[in-house]
């Protein structure tokens, strides 16, 4: 699924590769278009941001409990 355009892309550049964006390879990320080299790198990002976004949905202190070793 390509959304937003090329001429409103905030990079030049893949953030994963350093290769140049492409246009079938766009995605928007809180209301800007970032670009990237190819859908697979495009389709690694969602993924990472759908693992940041659980974790900050995460109570605070969750899973950070100390255990008394007695």
Sequence with gaps: MQSGRMDTVLNETCPWS????AADSLTDYRGHTVGFC???CRD?????L?????????????GTE?????
Excluded: C, H, I, S
């Design 38 to 40: 190819n859908p697979g």
């Design 44 to 48: 690694k990002f969602r993924v990472a």
């Design 50 to 62: 759908q693992f940041f976004d659980g974790l900050m949905e995460t109570p605070t202190g969750a």
């Design 66 to 70: 100390k255990v008394n070793k007695t």
């Design 18 to 21: 350093g290769k140049p964006v």
